[in-house]
DNA sequence: CGCAATCCCTTAGTTCGTGAGATATTCGGA
DNA sequence: TCCGAATATCTCACGAACTAAGGGATTGCG
């Protein structure tokens, strides 16, 4: 598909791609839980554990970045532990914390369920030139970075005011 | 930004951004609801109201489409309805059924809410040439096409097998 | 040293969804 | 025309998961 010309698009047409690219995703996102005996929540935190590598997430810095109450971090964490998916081990400089580590295993069952996906998703990508391929890309960042723009002025604001 | 080179990305990096930027975009409409008095699943099933425009659905279009049963629909809609965003109306042509018709002055109420993300949005859209948006709506409308393809394997398939 | 702050957990209460089944209506075949 | 099957929505009981409020343990600053 490289170089091939494509009818020009405006910024109402990309707008409902967009939403319906997400509400796919989100829909896909329910079954594939499903699949591994979670739900939307507990796989959401599952990639914010794996996201974060050696650097181990404390339950605090989940709750921040799922937006949830550290209560809430409290039963994820007792359904991801019991379904094999994470381990909680104590911080070694600070004994309030607990610090969240990705069990191996669940980390080869999640991929392969999310195999299939993924390898269409490659072949979609591998399907553009790097020259398009940067375009899509810098969208995405720069749309993920107004999201976050919007969500912070979400949370200053009043809760009625107009953002 | 026209034709500003960017750095070329590689599949995964695209891949990262679009979970980022579709994770901001869920933690964004969990506020929006709450803004506007709704949860997300009736925010949703709002949006799909005005998508459908004057074809008004029906309560079990909805439950299809929100991937949700029919009992849920109900309290969906009487929660829709005590807050002033849908009317049940029936049907003339079948009386089992339930047409939901959206009320005027919550459309614009939404819209409000909306309006601020929505002319961000727009703004980083219009600052992309016709036929570099065409490459983004293309690959949107392409990864939609995957994802619901996707879907269907998923629901087809007994839910262990690989898809 | 002592007190406020921080971190996670517990508990009670609420909301929302499912699954099973009830009720009303429509449709198709004898 | 009539009756049984199919369809559309609603009702109800129950369970899952979140919040808000508060408790206990630990830390760190004055």
């Not at 699949?35 to 404390?58: I, K, M, P, Y």
Request: glycine content about 6%; proline content about 5%.
């Amino acid at each position: 598909m490289h170089g091939t010309p494509r009818p020009p698009a405006t910024p109402a047409q990309a707008l409902a791609a967009m939403d319906h690219l997400i509400a796919a995703h989100l829909i896909g996102q329910q079954e594939l839980a499903r699949r591994l005996g979670l739900n939307v929540t507990d796989l959401t935190c599952f990639a914010f554990v794996l996201e974060a590598g050696d650097e181990l997430l404390t339950a605090g810095d989940l709750a921040a970045r799922a937006h949830v109450t550290t209560g809430a971090v409290t039963g994820i964490l007792n359904r991801l532990e019991r379904a094999g998916y994470v381990t909680r081990r104590p911080d070694p400089a600070d004994r309030r914390r607990v610090r969240v580590a990705a069990v191996q295993d669940a980390v080869a069952r999640v991929e392969a369920v999310y195999a299939g996906h993924y390898k269409r998703l490659n072949a979609l990508f591998s399907d553009y030139s790097p020259e398009e391929l940067a375009i899509i890309t810098d969208w995405f960042t720069r749309a993920t970075a107004l999201a976050h723009e919007y969500l912070e002025k979400l949370n200053r604001n009043d809760p009625d005011e107009e953002c």
